[in-house]
Nanobody, 124 residues
Framework: QVQLVESGGGLVQAGGSLRLSCAAS????????MGWFRQAPGKAREFVAA???????YYEDSVKGRFTISRDNAKNTVYLQMNSLKPEDTAVYYC??????????????????WGQGTQVTVSS
């Protein structure tokens, strides 16, 4: 069982930055593929970014060049650095985990564990 706890959300003006963190329990964090998803009000949850256990990354098109996913296996933590934020980035952001060293996972159904979410609000 893996428990995930997100932090770092908040209110920021358009053009600003935030860094989300997701701390994971367990002793085999480096074997897990990690992902960030988001859900805006009235919309379905959508993929944002993912990183495999081995470090390969993948991004949704609208965040490429603005968001960076990274991981610190010594701290059992994955990060999402979000720059040049836009009002349309406003959503609850969720961290997710599943076993996967080489491949990134981009579908919700690929993930076994989810955090509780952290709110990101970008004002115009």
């Amino acid at each position: 069982q893996v428990q995930l706890v997100e932090s770092g959300g908040g209110l920021v003006q358009a053009g600003g930055s935030l860094r989300l963190s997701c701390a994971a329990s367990g002793r085999t964090f480096s074997s897990y593929a990690m992902g960030w998803f988001r859900q805006a009000p009235g919309k379905a949850r959508e993929f944002v970014a993912a990183i495999a256990g081995g470090g390969n990354t993948y991004y949704e098109d609208s965040v490429k060049g603005r968001f960076t996913i990274s991981r610190d296996n010594a701290k059992n933590t994955v990060y999402l650095q979000m720059n040049s934020l836009k009002p349309e980035d406003t959503a609850v952001y969720y961290c997710a985990a599943t076993l996967g060293f080489r491949l990134v996972k981009v579908r919700e159904r690929d993930y076994d564990y989810w955090g509780q979410g952290t709110q990101v609000t970008v004002s115009s």
